[in-house]
């Protein structure tokens, strides 16, 4: 079985940084995909941004120019580095990853439950 668990969310001051971590661990063979979304109450989940199993990324509209996605791929951890955060930006940030299971080889799909962010002064 897999798990993440996402950590590092924080109250930070308008305009300031964090990096989110994303630990993976379990029963794992090959990390196909990490993607980063947040939530905030009453809406859908939104989508960030990605990173394949080869480490190309892709950020979508609300995170392009401000937040990074990388990985250390020795630790199965994946980060979201967030800067010049405003009030907006406040919200749950989960990780979700898709891969391969060691033993059968068969897919998962994971969630883990979030870690929350409040940018205010």
């Known amino acids: 079985q897999v798990r993440v668990v996402e950590s590092g969310g924080d109250l930070v001051q308008p305009g300031g940084s964090l990096r989110l971590s994303c630990a993976a661990s379990?029963?794992?063979?090959?990390?196909?995909?990490v993607n980063w979304y947040r939530q905030t109450p009453g809406n859908t989940r939104e989508l960030l941004g990605l990173i394949s199993s080869i480490g190309m990324t892709s950020h979508t509209d609300p995170a392009k120019g401000r937040f990074t996605i990388c990985r250390d791929k020795a630790s199965n951890t994946t980060y979201l580095e967030m800067k010049n955060l405003s009030p907006e930006d406040t919200a749950v940030y989960y990780c979700n990853e898709i891969g391969q299971e060691l033993t059968t080889r068969a897919s998962y799909n994971v969630w883990g439950r979030g870690t929350r962010v409040t940018v205010s002064s």
């Open positions: 379990g029963n794992i063979f090959s990390i196909n995909v």
